[in-house]
């Protein structure tokens, strides 16, 4: 996300996402798991998506996720980004990745029911979609505790 954005999406996660289960900063999930011996072919298509304009991305709507919160976000863009990854890595992919996804920024997650609800209520009003800058890609480790980023690259169309 631009530095804005992402600032105002951390901070909402920071302060609504349970502290034990925040290894990650805020982000839009493309794939949940992608074999690490990928990675030098996915740095090099990342680049090369990245060589063109940034995606059009919007804030939709206010998400209740039963134990937890999320921003709906519409990218058709991304998400065919997104479907030319998936297209390459097709053998590779695990059945959760094989779907396409619901784009979305997860505010909280893990949460009783009712404290889901809550927030939820709390952030829909007064909501009005808006857009939302996409900055670059990225490719992250999953170490068993914090993340660690792998390779990022930034659009430059």
């Not at 058709?76 to 390459?88: G, K, V």
């Not at 404290?115 to 709390?122: C, F, M, P, V």
């Not at 009003?125 to 170490?143: C, D, E, K, N, V």
Request: glycine content about 8%.
């Amino acid at each position: 996300m631009g530095a804005q954005d992402f600032a105002w999406a951390d901070g909402l996660r920071r302060a609504h996402f349970p502290p034990d289960r925040n290894v990650v900063p805020a982000h839009i999930t493309l794939f949940h798991h992608l074999p690490p011996s990928i990675l030098p072919e996915l740095a090099v298509r990342i680049r090369g998506l990245c060589a063109g304009p940034a995606p059009a991305a919007t804030l939709a709507k206010v998400m209740l996720l039963g134990r937890g919160v999320a921003y709906q976000v519409e990218s058709a863009d991304l998400l065919s980004m997104r479907d030319e990854l998936a297209q390459a890595f097709a053998g590779l992919l695990t059945p959760q990745d094989l779907a396409r996804p619901q784009l979305h920024l997860t505010v909280q997650n893990k949460v009783a029911p009712d404290e889901a609800r809550k927030l939820a209520a709390e952030l829909s009003a007064g909501f009005r979609p808006r857009s939302l800058q996409i900055s670059g890609l990225a490719a992250w480790h999953y170490r068993g505790g914090p993340w660690e980023l792998a390779m990022k690259a930034s659009f430059r169309g």
